[in-house]
Structure formats: structure tokens, C-alpha cells
């Protein structure tokens, strides 16, 4: 403890926490405001265990005193809202700890957990501490000596097995609660399945609870652990209540409301002061602060008391307590019931859980410190009833509510109890405002009898209102909050009752930096339980996933590409606004209704959607959307066929729970899918399927048992659009998603031509073998079709099926098979394979020729006059049956040409033959076989080998993008420069013979704007070399902006040890150049026409130094001298063509924006001896200046316009592509083969650099150094 000087020189008691491991000091905002200390303005981040980091805004001076001694010290301290949580973390038992007496502790109350209020760093840490020290023992703290007293610190022993919570760090609950929450909407609410520990708060319930005189329940707090288990509350409770009552001060308005809320508990009798202190009743405080809800018609705040709170035991009030089970509907199904009624109402309980006592002998566990003026003593009071906080209190409050509906007598007022409330929220309604008036009034009168009040109704219809029996017509409101108890900031759904519309409300502050903790906490305050903008939400879960891949950091700035898919999806939101969606989904008279679930699934998620469609006797439609879910795909890669699978599952977890919820007389129900593997899946048996498939297929089929799965194409699937995403500012619009596909809304359904799935090869099959049947019994045409589909080796997939039969083979007869396959046990598999094929590839042809008949005239294979040999082979007739070739040259094998044994067979082929050429690979092909349109699929077969793409390979050609704004705009030279090396040149360490010869190189500065050049001689590759240059460079042309160059990785050859300069220094040479303010950009590696302006120039350099060099050797000031006049003949080069006029000398050259004339030009008279007024001079060169940027924008700037190269565009690289990466310097065999992960569009929108990851790790590349390759389509 120590004291500290406020600004009047006050002294008030302060705790001081010593850490000899922070650099800097700490003061708690609290203190600071009581003490009135001067603030000033910083930025500063701290950062702490596992790098959690927070930021400081102010600091201040604070004057510390020592309390025992004259000591002080005067430091500046950072100001945070907290430096750590109360310490010690518990309380401790002092007689345990043998300190000796006499001693004047720095801290008296060291046992008692309390806040921090200043943190001293190192700075002050070794001023403060003494030489002396006491060891008190073994598991016991240590003494030391310092100027505040001795200071006590280590581990005590304690008795008691609890855990104590770290005090380096504190966890916030509050994002993650807002997580669970999202996570919870996204998902179909289960079933209700009790706990032991829920059942036995059942019981306890049934035992325990009665009814006053009143009617007013009272009910017993449900206990798993003793009362006495908790230590002692008071004085946590007390430090509490003053820091809550410095807070009052401060906010005139937070305190008035605090007051009057204090006031009416009383005034209702909810608490009374405590005027016996001899009770024997077991006490505990509880801490209680404001919660302020500004949405709130009745109650701006809220008391709410935090039972979390821990006692110097460990344990708080709630962790002694039973949670008990959720006893209400779910919010989705409440929704749902909400949607179906014509006419609708709703309330609200006054005051629920106030409405509900405490049993008396308990109430000494629910006691507060409080008092209406600081000049009062503190005072205790006792709560009666309910309080906010406690965790029994939700279960108690919602179970006494339920429990009222078995007094009613009336079916329909019975069950809107049991089912119509979430927690204290009414929404209930029917098909006439009779029935509905007569339902509400019945629920009033029963909740009446028990204190229950329902109050702030509302409803779609008038004569509902008036008709209630305590409905107040002052106190009526337009618009419902349908949100949950959480507060909802980002988006948040309501209901209009005048035009009876749901629509949504966005509420965004989006800070500048966005981090992952940023991302996290906005996504996770969307409220949608119904899913009714679930294209727009499943973008943000999307997003989500991507953050948990990248790894990123919670309070580091998030990559660029994420950050821009972030701001794009914020940017949309406020567009949700405008979207009304109707409440009630049937119309009048209906006489027809059904749902239709429709499933989709993505790589990135999948979805499900429920529709109701309702006609009416007219033979009018309505389509409406009721519900929808999605779910990100797993981290893990699946196939997609699994995903729609995962799909369909979750389109039927969420028709049952609709169904479940609404109690409507439904006609039929339907469900879509556009996977027909899913649909094949669902038809066949599960006991055929792998174990993911069957487990997933068993329940789907036992829920839809007598229910119809369709085909829907996925154009017409609005469930795509819940797997894909939808930006919010298109979502409005769409009709597919808001009321179904078109073939819905005619008066008989016109369902969509279905796929043929009698030969759908189904994966994820399992094969079984009977080894009684045949050969050909047993090598079942879906055993061998899936085999071959399987396959990409014609050879691997005969030796397989050769053994397949070699077994098969075994089990039947003796002696068996053994040893290596003979070439008839490969000839026969041959056959099996080719026989199954064709069966395939010829279905209807094979069963004609079988049957021995003949083709139709109009048959496709009618002029091969096709028949069938002796192994059941469909063969080619033709007209060479007289030749002397062989069977297989005279009546080749028919083979389709899209079927993928053809394929694997060509592919076979073309690697034998050495990659040939397609018309050598078709002639050897039709030695044996003859594939339909052979010459096509040939050359499909070359143009997709990837060994022969990469001798033919192009790289992918983007039209020249448009020029940057630094190369149009012009301030003065050289405000925006690129910068390269030329080189190497021999220069002489001195003149005449035998002198050395050393290299020096040539740095290039260009100006983007009028292209002036500036030389300068470097003598070595170092970055010191090159800094030097810049240094003279800046220094005679004045600081640049910004600064471009090649990367460093581009210089082969000769320039290896420029490439060593640059890769290793270019770090550090950027952040030097940064600390002058200059921006340092680097362009893609191998990719020089990004730096086209700055090679011109390199080249021009060169022109002109070899023709004026030859093969002599200059000195370093000879060697300069040249190059400056090299300088001075570019930089007089015109800019624009030359003008026809013989009596037009004047050219534009960047010169003239240097020094006003080109550098080469003569100079003219002097003009020293004439009169300046004359002259005029000043007004002279304003008006050349003027003159020269005129014809810069009319001359120059036009020149620019033309595109004279890369005019027409290529294809664009997608996510996922296969590339070959370009190397000059590497034959095409030995190129990179890599994937590309990500691509960078420029300011036009197209992208022309890609990040590609190979096997030697991420690169970068323009798209002129790619070579994607071909993707087959098969």
C-alpha cells in the first residue's frame, strides 16, 4: 500500500503492484479520474503473456509516498481501463504464515483479494528494494525489505483443492458467448434430453415449490453443494459497491436511473434492509451493477447482480447452484408457430422473475450493500424474489410460468403457455381475431392468478387490441424486437405490426484496424434464427474459416485479401435494410399445403432451405420461404458428393424440426436435390454403402420414409444459393431464393426432367464377392465399371481384374493358381474389362447384336457392320475379311470415344510410343481397336499430356493494363522514380600502365512522369553502395514519394552478385529508405516489362557508354564525367515527335523541366548589363513553366494512349489452377509444376500476378511466366 498526491496535493491510499519485467508503469483509469490528474495524448501498444496486446491512449505524472518511511517518487504511468484482476486470486488464511511480529508489512491486507490500481516497472523496482530478507519456510512466501515496508510474496499452502485463476492475464467471456451464440443459430435444435443434474432440479421443483396466499409462487433455490461452502462475500462485495458508487458520481443520469430502480424495489417489496445482524442463516453479498438498454420502452436500466462474483473461499453463489433445464419451446420453432397464424399477438410479462419468491430461509444468500447518499452508513438489504444473475433463475422463473398451464381448462390456453413463450416474450395468434381475442384473455387470467402481468401488446389487428382485457392503449408499440435476451448490435430482426412485415435492422461500427478478434465480434452478433438471409450470413461463416486457416493473430491487422472480403461484405449489409419480408406464409382459403425442402452443397459450405406452398381454392400459389441453415464444409477436405450428402442430412434435420414446430394440415412433402449421386445414394440400400454414406442415408431414409426426393437442376435450386453465398445488396431481388423456383408456383407441380440413374456409378460402394456364382456371375458389371472409372493405368487395371479372377478362381477348384501371371490370365481379364465396357458404351447395339438381329439403317455403327465373336466382343465387320493381316488389323475392337477406358487406353498408348504425335498414336491405336472419332480424342489425348504441354506450353497473354497515376502526374521531376543497375564496368584505379582494374556499376534513377534519367557511378554491390547513391541522388534532385525496383531475384549471368546485393539487403534498404518517409515498392520476380520504363532506360545507357568506351578503361572521375554527359544527351531526348514545320524548332525533352532548355542546347546572350523591369524576368519563366506542363498534357500525355502490344485479352487464373512456372534459364522438363493459391487484381480489376505454390515453397509470378495446364473434362 502506498499513497499518491492528487492535483491538489492530496493523499489517498493506493495498491501498488511491483514487476521488475515491464519497461513501462501503469494507472487504472478509476484512479486517475479520482486523483484529477493532467492528462496528455499517446499511442502506445502493450503487449503481454502469449502476445496479447492492448493499447494506451494517455499517460500521466504520479507522485508516490511511502507509508512508512520518506520515501517518494515521481513516474509516468500509461492509463488502462485495468492492469489485472483482483489479487491474491483468492482469499488466504494468515495464521498458516508464520511472519514474525513487529514487522510493518507493505501491505497489511495482503491476504485479501484486491484491484491494482498502479503498476511500477523496472525503472522504480531496484529503488525500492532493501537488501533484506526472512525465508519463513518450506511452501511458505518470502520477506523482503523495501521502502514501502517488507514486502510478502510466494506460494502458500493451502488445504483446500481449488483452482486459482492465473493473475497475469484475464479472459473476456463476453466475445465468446457471442460466438456460442452464432454457432447455436446456425444449427437445428436438438431434442430435449435431461441431465441427472437436471432431473434432480426437476424433482426438487415438484417437492418444494408453493403458492402463497396470493397466488405468487415461491419457490427453493435448487443447491448441489452447501451454503457453507462459500467464504466470506462482504468485503468483496463492499470494495465492489464503492468503485460502483465513484462510478455513479461521474454520471449524473446513470445515477438517477440506478437510484429509481433502487427506489421501486423497494417500494414493490422485492427488498428490504437488514435490521437483525444475529441471524444464524448462512450470508452472501452479492456485487451489482447497471446494465443500460437505451431500446427499452419501460426499463432504460437494469440492476443486474453478479452471483459469478467469487468469495475468498473460491466458490460463488452460482457455482453452488443447479442451472436446471431449458423448460420453453426453442426460439426457431416460437418463430416459426409466429408465421403461420393469420392473426397475431403479442406480450410481455412484467417483471417475470420479480414475480416469483424466495423461499425466506434462503434469502440470506441473496443479499446486497447498498445506500442513496455517500453521507449514509452502507447498508444491507435482503432480496426477495428472483434476481437477475443468479443462475437458477431462468429455469425457476420459465418453470413456474409452464407449470400454470395445467390449471387452465382450456386445450388451446394450455398449450399456448406451454409452448407460446420464450422466457418472459408472448407470440402466439390463430385464424380469427374470436379465437384469438378469447386465447389471449384466457392466458391472462391464468398468469394473473399467480402475479403474472402481461402487458406492452401488440398485434396485426386492431379489434385484437381492444378486445384484450388489460390492454393499455397508451402503451402500445409498432415495432417488435424478435431478437433473443443478448444484445444484437450488427444486424437484428423485427416486426412491424401495422404493415405485419418482418425485416432486419444494421447496426455497424467497424473500427479502422480490422483484427480477428474485430471479425469475430461483429460476425457473431448477426441474428438470424430463421435463416432468412442465410446466403448473406454463410459469406460471413466463410470468412470466419478463412481467418482459423491463415493462423492470423487476434489483434494483428488481418492479410489485405481478407480485410477486403471483410470491408466488401460489411459494405452490403445496410442493404438488408430495405427488404420486407412477409410474416405469414399461407394465404386465405387454402386447401392445398406442402413443404419442399431443397439441399445444395459447395466446397466451401452447404445449405438447406424449407419451403411451404399453399393453394388456395381459387387456384392461386403462394410460395414462401420458412427456414434455412448452412454449415462452412470442413477444414479437412471431402468430396462433394459427401458434402451434398451432409446436405441433404441437414435439409432433413431441419424439415422435421418445421414440421415438428408448426402444426399446419399438410398435403405432401418434397424434397430436392441436384446431385444425382445423392439421389442413387437414397435409393439404394445402406448395407451397400461405406460406413459415412450408410450412417447418414439410414437416417435420412427412416425420416422421409414415405416422403419423395426429386431432381431439381441447379439453376433452379435456391438452396445454391445458401451454399454458394449472395451479397446482401442482391439477395432483395431474388425470387428464386424468397419464394422458390417457378415450377412451385403453377397449380400442378412441372417437375424437372430426372437424370437416368439405372447406370449412375455409384462411389463409396461396398464390394462384395460370391464366390458359389460363375466367373461372369461373379465380375458383376458394377464391380467392373467401378474398377475401370477408378483407374487411370490400362496395365494396372488388368493385372488387377487378373487377379480378382485368379482368386475367384482358387476358392472354386484345386490345384490352385500361383506364381506371376501368364499372359492368358491377362488376356482374359483383358476381355472381362472390354465386354463390361462395351456394354456401357453400346447398351442398346449389344442387345440387338446378342440376339443376332440386325442394326437399324439410320444406327450410328451401321456402315462398320458391327458384330459380336465368340468372347461376346463387339468387333468391326468391315470389308477386309480377304486381307492376310491378323484377326485383330482385319475386325478391330469397337470402342466409344467418350467412355474412360477409350481414354486410359489412348493415354497407354501415347506414353509407349514416346509421346507421338496423334496420327501416330491413332495408327498404332487401330491395330487393335477402333475408337469412334479417333482423330478428335487423340488430339485431346496429346493436347492434354502434360509432359507434351510443357514443349508447347504459352503463357497466358492480359491485355496491357493502364498506365499508373504516377507515370500521368506531374508535381515536379523525379517525385516518383524507378531505380535498377547496369553493369559491370571495368573502371582503372589510376591512369597509365599497369594499373588495376576494378568493377563499378551504374545505378539508373527515372522519373515516371517526363522521364528524366539521373546516373550514378556505384563502386562495389553493397547496401551502403547503394544508400550512398540515393543519398546524392535525393540530395541534387530533391526526396522522391516513392521509389519502384526490380525485386532482386530477376539478374542471372553476370549479375549473380547484384542478386545477392538485393535478396539479402533489400529489407534493410527499405526500412531505411523508409525512416526518410520515401515508399519502397518492389515488382514481381522474372517479370521485367513491369519495369519497362526503367529498362529503356538501361538500355539506352548501355548504347551509348559502348560506343563511346570501346575497349578503353576510364577512372572513377572519368568514368562520372562520362556518365553525366551520357545524362545530359538522354535528358534531351524529345518526348514528342518533332514537328514538319521547317520554322518550328522547339521540341519538348524532360530538360525542360530540369532547367527549363535541353541540356545539349547552346546558351544564349547574356543579359546581365540589361534592365530588370524590363525583362520581366520572374513573370518570363512562370509563363515557359506554364508552357512546357501545357504541352506535356496536350503532346506527351496523348502519346500514351495507344496499346502497342498485349491488345486482346487471355484467360483469367482461377483459385485451385495448375500452372507451369516459366524458368529462361531451365529446359521445359525441368519447370515447376505448381498450384495456384491466390491472384492480386490490379486497379482495373484484372489480375496479372499470382501466388503459386510449389514444392519449393510460395512464389510470385507475373502471368506471362504461367503456363496453365490443360484440365481434362472427362
Not at 444 to 466: C, D, H, P, Y
Request: overall charge positive; glycine content about 4%.
Amino acid at each position: 500500500m502506498a499513497r499518491v498526491a492528487d492535483v491538489d496535493g492530496n493523499l489517498h491510499s493506493a495498491r501498488l503492484l511491483l514487476d521488475n519485467g515491464s519497461t513501462s508503469n501503469f494507472i487504472t483509469q478509476d484512479l486517475c479520474g479520482k486523483l484529477g490528474l493532467v492528462r496528455r495524448s499517446t499511442s502506445s501498444t502493450v503487449s503481454g503473456i502469449n502476445d496479447q496486446v492492448s493499447s494506451s491512449s494517455e499517460m500521466c505524472d504520479v507522485t508516490i509516498y511511502s507509508c512508512v518511511g520518506d520515501y517518494r517518487t515521481n513516474i509516468g504511468c500509461y492509463i488502462l481501463p485495468k492492469i489485472t484482476t483482483a489479487l491474491p486470486g483468492s482469499y488466504i488464511d494468515t495464521q498458516s504464515i508464520p511472519i514474525p511480529p513487529g514487522l510493518q508489512l507493505a501491505d497489511p491486507t495482503f491476504n485479501i483479494p484486491s484491484v491494482v490500481d498502479i503498476l511500477v516497472g523496472a525503472e522504480v523496482f531496484w529503488d525500492v528494494l532493501g537488501s533484506n530478507s526472512i525465508k519463513l519456510g518450506h511452501k511458505q512466501p518470502n520477506l523482503q525489505s523495501s521502502q514501502f515496508g517488507w514486502l510478502i510474496s510466494g506460494c502458500v499452502h493451502t488445504s483446500m483443492n481449488r483452482h486459482q485463476p492465473p493473475a497475469c492475464h484475464f479472459l473476456s467471456t463476453e466475445e465468446s458467448d457471442q460466438l456460442t451464440r452464432f454457432w447455436e443459430l446456425d444449427s437445428v435444435p436438438a431434442g430435449k434430453c435431461f441431465s441427472n443434474e437436471e432431473q434432480a432440479c426437476e424433482e426438487l421443483f415438484q417437492k418444494t415449490t408453493r403458492r402463497d396466499d396470493n397466488g405468487q409462487f415461491v419457490v427453493t433455490i435448487p443447491l448441489k453443494d452447501s451454503p457453507e461452502s462459500l467464504g466470506d462475500s462482504y468485503t468483496m462485495a463492499q470494495r465492489r459497491f464503492y468503485a460502483l458508487e465513484r462510478k455513479l458520481e461521474r454520471d449524473s443520469l446513470l445515477k438517477d436511473r440506478y437510484l429509481k430502480f433502487m427506489h421501486e424495489y423497494i417500494a414493490l417489496d422485492h427488498m428490504s434492509e437488514n435490521t437483525l445482524h444475529h441471524s444464524s442463516d448462512k450470508k452472501n453479498y452479492m456485487p451489482h451493477h447497471g446494465v443500460v438498454r437505451e431500446s427499452s420502452t419501460t426499463t432504460k436500466l437494469r440492476v443486474v447482480y453478479d452471483c459469478s462474483a467469487r468469495t475468498s473461499s473460491g466458490k460463488s453463489f452460482n457455482d453452488i447452484q443447479m442451472v436446471g433445464p431449458t423448460v420453453q419451446d426453442d426460439l426457431l420453432s416460437i418463430l416459426l408457430r409466429f408465421r403461420q397464424h393469420k392473426f397475431v399477438v403479442t406480450g410481455d410479462v412484467e417483471k417475470m422473475y420479480r414475480a416469483v419468491l424466495v423461499e425466506p430461509h434462503q434469502r440470506s444468500l441473496q443479499q446486497i450493500l447498498f445506500r442513496f447518499d455517500r453521507s449514509e452508513p452502507l447498508k444491507s438489504y435482503t432480496l426477495k424474489t428472483l434476481t437477475y444473475g443468479t443462475a437458477a433463475a431462468a429455469y425457476l422463473a420459465t418453470k413456474c410460468l409452464t407449470s400454470l398451464a395445467d390449471q387452465s381448462t382450456e386445450p388451446a390456453v394450455r398449450d399456448s403457455i406451454k409452448h407460446d413463450f420464450y422466457v418472459d416474450d408472448f407470440l402466439s395468434g390463430g385464424d380469427t381475431v374470436d379465437s384469438v381475442v378469447e386465447l389471449c384473455n384466457g392466458v391472462v387470467q391464468t398468469l394473473g392468478s399467480a402475479r403474472f402481468n402481461l402487458r406492452k401488446w401488440q398485434s396485426n389487428s386492431k379489434s385484437i387490441l381492444e378486445s384484450i382485457s388489460n390492454f393499455d392503449k397508451h402503451n402500445i408499440e409498432k415495432t417488435l424486437n424478435l431478437n433473443d435476451a443478448s444484445p444484437s448490435k450488427t444486424l437484428g430482426l423485427y416486426w412491424d405490426s401495422n404493415l405485419d412485415n418482418l425485416f432486419f435492422t444494421i447496426e455497424l461500427t467497424v473500427p479502422n484496424k480490422i483484427t480477428k478478434r474485430t471479425i469475430l465480434s461483429i460476425v457473431s452478433q448477426v441474428f438470424d434464427p430463421m435463416g432468412l438471409v442465410g446466403p448473406c450470413v454463410v459469406l460471413a461463416k466463410m470468412l470466419l474459416q478463412h481467418l482459423w486457416i491463415q493462423k492470423c493473430d487476434w489483434d494483428s491487422s488481418v492479410p489485405t485479401d481478407i480485410k477486403l472480403k471483410f470491408n466488401d461484405f460489411i459494405q452490403s449489409l445496410p442493404a438488408l435494410n430495405s427488404i420486407r419480408i412477409p410474416r405469414w406464409v399461407l394465404c386465405d382459403s387454402s386447401v392445398l399445403i406442402e413443404y419442399h425442402t431443397f439441399t445444395d452443397a459447395s466446397e466451401k459450405a452447404y445449405g438447406a432451405c424449407v419451403y411451404v406452398r399453399a393453394v388456395a381454392v381459387d387456384g392461386s400459389v403462394s410460395v414462401r420461404l420458412l427456414a434455412s441453415k448452412n454449415k462452412v464444409s470442413p477444414i479437412k477436405a471431402s468430396t462433394i458428393p459427401r458434402l451434398e450428402l451432409c446436405g441433404a442430412l441437414l435439409g432433413t434435420r431441419l424439415y422435421l424440426k418445421v414440421r415438428q414446430s408448426l402444426t399446419l394440415p399438410l398435403s405432401h412433402c418434397y424434397f430436392w436435390c441436384d446431385s444425382t449421386i445423392v439421389l442413387g445414394w437414397l435409393s439404394a440400400s445402406p448395407s451397400r454403402l461405406n460406413s459415412f454414406v450408410r450412417n447418414r442415408v439410414s437416417e435420412i431414409q427412416e425420416a422421409t420414409i414415405n416422403q419423395t426426393w426429386s431432381y431439381v437442376p441447379s439453376k433452379s435450386n435456391p438452396a445454391d444459393l445458401n451454399s454458394r453465398g449472395m451479397k446482401a445488396d442482391s439477395i432483395g431481388s431474388s425470387t428464386l431464393w424468397w419464394s422458390g423456383p417457378d415450377f412451385l408456383k403453377h397449380k400442378e407441380i412441372d417437375f424437372p426432367p430426372s437424370p437416368l440413374l439405372q447406370n449412375l456409378v455409384l462411389p463409396e460402394v461396398v464390394m462384395h464377392a460370391d464366390v458359389a456364382d460363375e466367373t461372369n456371375d461373379c465380375s458383376s458389371n458394377n464391380l467392373i465399371s467401378a474398377l475401370i472409372h477408378k483407374s487411370s493405368s490400362i496395365t494396372k487395371l488388368i493385372r488387377v481384374i487378373a487377379y480378382v479372377l485368379r482368386f475367384i478362381q482358387n476358392c472354386k477348384s484345386n490345384p490352385k493358381s500361383s506364381g506371376s501371371l501368364t499372359s492368358s490370365d491377362l488376356q482374359s481379364a483383358k476381355t472381362l474389362i472390354i465386354r463390361s465396357a462395351q456394354q456401357e458404351m453400346f447398351p442398346d447395339e449389344y442387345k440387338i447384336l446378342k440376339n443376332n438381329q440386325s442394326l437399324h439403317k439410320k444406327n450410328k455403327l451401321i456402315n462398320l457392320s458391327p458384330f459380336i465373336d465368340s468372347q461376346d466382343i463387339i468387333r468391326v465387320g468391315g470389308r477386309l475379311d480377304n486381307s492376310h493381316y491378323t484377326y485383330d488389323v482385319k475386325h478391330p475392337i469397337l470402342l466409344g470415344s467418350n467412355h474412360h477406358l477409350t481414354k486410359i487406353i489412348f493415354e497407354a498408348m501415347h506414353k509407349a510410343l514416346f509421346h507421338a504425335g496423334p496420327q501416330i498414336l491413332l495408327a498404332n491405336i487401330r491395330l487393335s481397336y477402333w475408337p469412334l472419332n479417333g482423330k478428335n480424342l487423340s488430339k485431346k489425348i496429346v493436347r492434354q499430356c502434360v509432359r507434351c504441354v510443357r514443349f508447347k506450353s504459352q503463357p497466358i497473354q492480359i491485355k496491357m493494363g493502364n498506365l499508373p497515376t504516377d507515370r500521368t502526374h506531374l508535381e515536379f521531376p523525379f517525385l516518383n522514380v524507378g531505380v535498377d543497375y547496369a553493369g559491370p564496368v571495368l573502371i582503372a584505379d589510376r591512369k597509365g600502365r599497369g594499373c588495376r582494374l576494378h568493377k563499378s556499376y551504374i545505378c539508373v534513377f527515372v522519373c515516371f512522369a517526363v522521364r528524366a534519367v539521373h546516373l550514378e557511378l556505384v563502386s562495389d554491390l553493397t547496401k551502403e553502395g547503394f544508400l550512398a547513391a540515393f543519398s546524392r541522388f535525393t540530395a541534387r534532385r530533391g526526396k522522391s514519394q516513392r521509389v519502384y525496383c526490380d525485386n532482386g531475384t530477376n539478374f542471372v549471368g553476370a549479375f549473380n552478385e547484384l542478386t545477392r546485393l538485393l535478396e539479402s539487403s533489400s529489407k534493410d534498404i527499405e526500412a531505411d529508405i523508409a525512416n526518410h518517409g520515401i515508399d519502397f515498392k518492389f515488382i514481381p520476380a522474372y517479370s521485367p516489362h513491369f519495369g519497362g520504363l526503367w529498362e529503356s532506360a538501361v538500355k539506352s545507357t548501355k548504347h551509348l557508354l559502348r560506343r563511346v568506351l570501346n575497349l578503353t578503361h576510364l577512372t572513377y572521375e572519368e568514368l562520372s564525367t562520362c556518365l553525366i554527359q551520357i545524362e545530359a544527351i538522354l535528358n534531351s531526348r524529345p518526348l514528342t515527335p518533332l514537328s514538319s514545320d521547317p520554322s518550328d524548332l522547339s521540341y519538348l525533352s524532360p530538360a525542360h523541366f530540369l532547367i527549363g532548355r535541353p541540356l545539349t542546347s547552346v546558351p544564349g546572350p547574356q543579359v546581365a548589363d540589361v534592365n530588370l523591369q524590363q525583362l520581366e524576368r520572374h513573370e518570363r519563366i512562370e509563363k515557359l513553366r506554364h508552357h512546357f506542363w501545357q504541352r506535356y498534357a496536350n503532346e506527351y500525355i496523348s502519346l500514351l494512349q495507344q496499346r502497342t502490344k498485349w491488345q486482346t485479352d487471355g484467360q483469367d487464373l482461377k483459385t485451385g489452377t495448375m500452372v507451369l512456372v516459366k524458368d529462361m534459364n531451365q529446359p521445359p522438363l525441368l519447370w515447376l509444376l505448381g498450384r495456384v493459391t491466390d491472384v492480386k487484381p490490379g486497379p482495373d480489376g484484372r489480375s496479372r500476378v499470382a501466388e503459386i505454390l510449389t514444392k519449393k515453397g510460395t512464389i510470385t509470378r507475373a502471368y506471362n511466366n504461367l503456363c496453365p495446364l490443360p484440365v481434362s473434362t472427362s
